[in-house]
């Protein structure tokens, strides 16, 4: 806990901005390791981004591209912001740091010395020198250990244990099934609206943009569900009241488009959130899927000293 002296910040306001910004990274982070994106990836997609953004701004409010007044801004030297912005389409080049699990999965996939003889992914003994996972995951996982590449790739459902320690490939992708492309485009609009709505209102002096939240630290959990199925209820009443009014907002479209006026994006949306609640000394079971198989690594001259052990009977007979 901090001391009145530690929490007395020379610049408040950029701690305070730096606790706000741990909170939405967190949930960044949460959808970053689900879709099987790197911290390099990520760290590289921020920098990108913060270079573009910082000159659209610059060019807005001076008139001109000034490459300094742009790493002033970001902090990033001079010569890594003219790199970034010199560059058409950063989505065209080389992903930087990949994956290892999805280093892992495109290379069963596509190397021949993994392949069944139909050209998909072959069924693999776990442990092996020869064409086994653990080979496959030492050439390509960059020093990742074999259980675990193991565990991760079983828990999202990319591979399954089959008897006989041996792993068959269900995924190419190293990512969680119920993820879709239209789930994640939903999330990075919807925060992104959220975040530019609280975002334009710290700077709007006048007719901010509407935002409300209603919130109690001390619900009954019994009566949660009760709630949110009645919050459920008034916010689908709410939103298609808003959505009749906004399509009697529309332009008409048999106007012509030279006398069109301008058009802009007007939306509101409505959730509803719930922090996870534990009781203390509770503890959750794993499931069946996520627990943990007892596998072993067994060696050729280990199988023949367990065939070639004789029963305590017969022992006893060969003595006498």
Known sequence: MRTPKESRSPDPLKETTMTALERVVDQLVYLMFDAGITVREFCQLV??????????????????RSNSRVAIVTGLARAEVARILNVEDVSSGASPGQHPARRVLAAWYDSRRFLGPNGDPAVLPIFGRRRSFELLVAMHS?????????????????????AGQRVKAKSRV??????????????GERA????????????AATNPLFEETAVLNDVDIAA??????????????????????????RIKQRRSILTRPAQCR???TVYYFQDAVASDGDVVAPTDNNRRKNLQRRDSKSKMRHKKKPSGKSSRRSRK
Do not use: C, H, Y
């Not at 990108?48 to 001109?64: F, I, P, Q």
């Not at 190293?174 to 999330?187: D, E, Q, R």
């Open 47 to 64: 920098r990108e981004r913060a270079v573009r953004s910082a000159a659209t701004r610059v060019t807005r409010e001076s008139g001109r």
């Open 266 to 268: 007007v939306g509101v």
């Open 142 to 162: 960059g020093g990742i250990p074999v259980r675990a590449m193991l565990d991760q790739l079983a828990q999202i459902n990319a591979i399954e244990i089959l």
């Open 174 to 187: 190293p990512i969680f099934k119920g993820m879709t492309s239209t789930a994640i485009a939903n999330v």
């Open 192 to 203: 992104g609206d959220l975040l530019g709505t609280l975002s334009s209102n710290l700077r």
């Open 224 to 249: 949660v569900p009760l709630v949110r199925r009645q919050l459920a209820e008034q916010g689908a009443a709410f939103i298609d009241g808003a959505t009749s009014l906004l399509n009697r907002s």
